[in-house]
């Protein structure tokens, strides 16, 4: 059984920064593409980052481009996501999850091609 536990979240100001970690147990993790997700109130889970299984590519949502970085640490089975510029709308719970395939060559933004989820970390950001 795979289980991935988020951390990280908080309150943060607009402007402020804040690290997700995500770790994970239970298999291979570094065979397999991890993503991040969000949910904010009353609206649909969307994707807001993924890095392959090797970390050599990563794939961004547009409204968090050059705001936010995915990364990962096989050695320690834990991928991250750095949030830098922070604003009030990237308020939501945020889900990391695993690729259902191992060595998928692309990575995918559908979170039906996930797996395996978190139970999510509420970031907050104030105006």
């Known amino acids: 059984q795979v289980q991935l536990v988020e951390s990280g979240g908080g309150l943060v100001q607009a402007g402020g920064s804040l690290r997700l970690s995500c770790a994970a147990s239970?298999?291979?993790?570094?065979?397999?593409?991890m993503g991040w997700f969000r949910q904010a109130p009353g609206k649909e889970r969307e994707f807001v980052a993924a890095i392959s299984w090797s970390g050599g590519n990563t794939y961004y949502t547009d409204s968090v481009k050059g705001r936010f970085t995915i990364s990962r640490d096989n050695a320690k089975n834990t991928v991250y996501l750095q949030m830098n510029s922070l604003k009030p709308e990237d308020t939501a719970v945020y889900f990391c999850?695993?690729?259902?395939?191992?060595?998928?060559?692309?990575?995918?933004?559908?979170?039906?091609?996930?797996?395996?989820w978190g139970q999510g970390t509420q970031v907050t950001v104030s105006s």
């Open positions: 999850a695993a690729d259902l395939w191992p060595r998928r060559a692309v990575v995918t933004t559908r979170p039906d091609q996930y797996a395996y």
């Open positions: 239970g298999r291979t993790f570094s065979t397999y593409a």
